[in-house]
């Protein structure tokens, strides 16, 4: 070791984003082990954080590792912006805030023992604070809050009252028995402001003195000794420094950097590492591949009613938020949507709507210069794989993304069919004051123009699983194959990336690697690698 007088703990924790947070909280409740949390970014101090309709503004900030994908075959060579939090909270620091566990089925897809909807209810309902109380499908006294929304745009409900004029059934609880229909969603906030990973299970717990959280460290390789990882090597500025794990090294930084980290260390396909000069330590070809994400595509209109979030920065509405935490500051964005089955046969619904009373442009990155509302489908279960790859072995530079939306032709017509539906949501009278000037919208409703359009206007709904999945790259105690003393906790180990929005399940999912790396559930069977896509 070049670092000999290294700090030690018994579990070095690289990245404090959602898994990350949770795995810190619950390992620390053992006074006699040590934890040391390291974070690439700040701590989460600033209002855009705490501000649920100003996440937007943190977008290609500090805040961001500011990815995009590589040029896109499938949507005209496009490349998309792929913002990931990197900050105290991870990227629910800047996400929709929506609690949508995904759909039973989904876990049961992963053929991973262990990892069943049955196993992992408990761990929502651990994880949960919901402000309807307890019942068989919900938990209270958790970390994480679940409250209903306070900023109800009419724009959000008049989309749900459309759906339902259009024929969709209405669902008022998505977590429920039944995921399909149109309703208003859940979201993390407490008191109207939003509740981070960070703020929900860290910050409670950040005076326990076995738990050090280390901000601006950013991880360069895992330090891997005689096959067992035994630290982080890890840069603060121009400083270079090592952390030493007594038991373990676990990396929850994402669903792009932990694969990215992972080969850094000589951890990835061979020929790849060879050929960028990386050392190989564990010759693994499905480290950063079977790469998923949802593909969503929104219609925008605009209007003249002045009820969009182009206002939400105006005095009055400033003053509503600090005085009661609603208002349109409290708006998580994503405010309403459903669920729908777009043909016949299938296990559970193969589309997502969410409606955004703003113009949602360019991947968050346009600027609204109307009043305006935006609504469309993303794809739920994609057969596209994508992947992440090194593009250099220098630690700092950004991972290659390619996700490939639509390389499987049915996902365009999965898509094309949830344009479809979207269209003759917008044709309902409920929306007819919104949907005055169409800004985003298909030529015609021709298979031609409507496949043209989603591949001009597809975006990523940014919910990227499955690099580092259960069974490929890791056992389904999460322990990464071939190094011993390593595991991966983060949205990368998932098999198929769930039906819903990814931070609920990444939250169940190190709630249930905390108890495994406790050892207080069984040894599940070997990995079945049939799960994987
Ligand atoms: C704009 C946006 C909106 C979204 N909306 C929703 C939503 O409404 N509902 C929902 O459920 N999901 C949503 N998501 C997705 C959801 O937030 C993610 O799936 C979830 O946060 C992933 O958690 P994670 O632990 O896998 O990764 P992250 O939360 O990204 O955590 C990774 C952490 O590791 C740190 N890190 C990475 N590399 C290093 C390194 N080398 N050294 C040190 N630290 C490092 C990062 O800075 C980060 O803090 C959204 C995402 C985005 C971007």
Redesign the pocket.
Known sequence: MDHPNAPVYDYVI???????CVLAARLSEDPDVTVCL????PTDDTDNIRIPAA?GKLCRTRYD?DYDSHDEPNLGGRRLYL??????????A???????RGNPVDFDEWRQPGWTYETMLPYFLRSEDNERGASRHHGVGGPLPVAEGRSRNPMAAAFVRAALAAGHPANDDFNGPRQDGFGQYQVNQRDGRRCS?AAAYLHPVADRPNLRVWTH????RILVEGGTARGVR?QRLDEIVDVRARREVIL????Y?SPQ?LMLSGIGPADQLTALGIPVVADLPEVGRNLQDHPSTYLVFTHDEPVSLLSAGEERHVRQFESDGSGPLSS?V?EAGGFVRTRDGLPAPDVQFHVLPVMFVDC?LGVPTEHGISFGPCVLRPASRGDVTLASDD?TAKPRIRHRYYADPADLETMVAGVRIALDIARQAPLAPYTRRAWAHPASGDDADLRAFVRAHTQS???P?GTCAIGAVVDPRLRVHGVAGLRVV???VMPLVPR?????P?VAV?ERAADLIRDRVPVPEPAVAAGVG
């Open positions: 690289v990245g404090a984003g959602t898994a990350g390291i974070e690439a970014g996440g590792w913002p990931r939090g990197r900050v105290l909270g991870g990227t629910s800047m996400n929709g805030m929506v609690h949508i990973a460290l950013q991880a360069h890890c929850s930084a994402g669903a950097n980290l998580n994503p968050a630690p709904i940014f919910h699983a983060d949205a990368s819903g929005n990814t931070n609920a990444t190190a």
